[in-house]
């Protein structure tokens, strides 16, 4: 239970941040969005690191450590080390000096002026409000998991309960999210995002070294890796084929492109803030990002036989158990902190619907720019509502290995092994698990329509 509270008292501290950027900010459209383009060296650096540091990274990179090795930090990490930190150099400066001589708030605003042409941008927008949702949906679920885990305890007949339930945890996480959003705008994220990745680089190295203390060395559970065939790929790139390797470097390059991104940009107050960023970025990854796959790969040894799904919260289990409560719970808030990363995204729809909808068609002229920031507050409790209220257990996923076939007649067919039925090593050993929706729900997903469009429980229900 204390974890628990440990971190709700981190929640509270992040609300209070987002209250006292509001009372610092102005009832302005690009103070709000933009914290008047006047973010510091530091703080841009680190909320920008934050904004990329979300629930894969933290308890997505552990849990696919757990299943297919070390080579993970190589596969994810190092290429978004490298690209990263050269797209925001190359690209991002860019965009900056356009956005600052332009008065540019989003990336459809410099497509719609380089192309003249009004339906690109309504289309575009359309597009990468699509793309964000499920983010902001991930980082919710995330929420919810993580607050579930850390609020486990024992009853007195064995099983395992929870404080704060899945629901709850989730809950919790959208609101607070959106409560800092919708008062401090850019500038209460940006401060709320430094103050996270600092919260998570101190403790998670802290904890990190406990960690190896509690369970008798690394160098201890390595070896006891190494000495048993089933875990001994995992401490190599076995499990990840060369061309699969070298492929995730191509993935880094869309990351200038998210919208969350490319507005942060438009913050820093000197071009020359770009150059810490781009000289820290690659450190900040290799702090979050090597405890993590590490752990993970630990927890192989600590907790075997774990399927796919259940082993996201490794990272969570290794604090529970060997760590004192008081770290486990501040940590706890740390992984909580990079879980929330869906601040940025939220604000970052935010920012688009009220410059390339709201404004774009006339809204700002005729209500003034006042009107345009309470309308983009009204869309941040619209977007986190509704990233609540999308309800995963409508949905049926099942997990399992996936090919594609490449040559011949079945050329581009794709075959999933659902149930793991292999009992021989064969080609479809050692593949990664992937999540596919099997069935829905229909009957569910229609009454959830009519309730809530129409406003009453549907008679089916």
């Known amino acids: 239970m204390i974890p628990a509270l440990i971190v709700f008292a981190y929640l509270t501290i992040v609300v209070y941040i987002g209250i006292f950027a509001f009372r610092r900010g102005k009832e302005s459209g690009e103070d709000y969005f933009l914290a008047s383009r006047a973010l510091g060296p530091y703080v841009f650096l680190l909320s920008l690191f934050g904004t990329n540091m979300t629930a894969f990274a ?16 190589g596969l994810m990490a190092s290429s978004s080390g490298i690209v990263i930190p050269l797209t925001i150099f190359f690209i991002g400066t860019r965009l900056w000096a356009l956005g600052k001589r332009l008065g540019h708030m989003t990336q459809v605003q410099f497509l719609r002026d380089r192309w003249e042409c009004d339906g690109i941008g309504t289309f575009l927008f359309a597009i990468t409000a699509a793309m964000l949702v499920p983010y902001i949906i991930i980082g919710v679920m995330g929420g919810g998991a993580t607050l579930e885990a850390i609020s486990a305890y024992q009853d007195s007949d064995g099983n395992i309960r929870h404080w704060v339930s899945y629901e709850v945890g989730g809950a919790v996480v959208a609101l607070v999210v959106m409560s800092y959003v919708f008062f401090g705008g850019m500038r209460g994220t940006a401060w709320v995002n430094t103050f996270q990745t600092l919260l998570f680089l101190c403790f998670g190295t802290i904890a990190f070294i406990l960690i190896a203390r509690s369970i008798g060395g690394f160098d201890q559970v390595m070896n006891q890796l190494a000495a048993n065939p089933r875990t001994a790929p995992l401490l190599s790139r076995e499990r990840i084929p060369m061309e699969e390797f070298f492929s995730y470097m191509f993935i880094p390059l869309s990351a200038i492109m998210f919208p969350h991104i490319s507005i942060m940009c438009l913050t820093a107050k000197r071009i020359g803030h770009f150059r810490k960023t781009v000289i820290f970025y690659p450190l900040c990854i290799a702090a979050i990002w090597v405890p993590s796959v590490y752990l993970g790969v630990v927890a192989a040894s600590q907790f075997p036989g774990l399927r796919p799904g259940e082993s996201d919260d490794v990272i969570i289990r290794l604090l529970m158990e060997h760590t004192p409560t008081l770290i486990a719970g501040i940590l706890g808030a740390g992984i909580m902190a990079c879980v929330m990363a869906s601040d940025s995204q939220i604000l970052a729809l935010c920012t688009m619907f009220t410059e390339d909808i709201f404004a774009h068609y006339g809204g700002k002229e005729r209500f003034g720019d006042r009107a345009q920031v309470w309308t983009g507050r009204a869309f941040v409790v619209i ?3 509704i990233a609540y209220l999308i309800d995963p257990t ?12 490449t040559e011949g007649i079945a050329m581009g067919l794709t075959l999933w092994d659902r149930c793991g039925k292999w009992r021989r090593p064969n080609a479809w050993t050692g593949r990664p698990a992937v999540g596919v929706c099997t069935r829905v729900d229909a009957p569910r997903v229609l009454a959830l329509f009519h309730e809530r469009i129409v406003g009453e429980r549907s008679p089916t229900q």
């Open 394 to 405: 409508l949905y049926t996923v099942e997990y399992g290995p996936i090919r594609v076939v």
């Open 58 to 73: 933290i308890l997505g990179s552990s849990g696919l450590a757990y299943s297919r090795g070390i080579g993970v930090y």
């Open 383 to 385: 977007v986190t509502v």
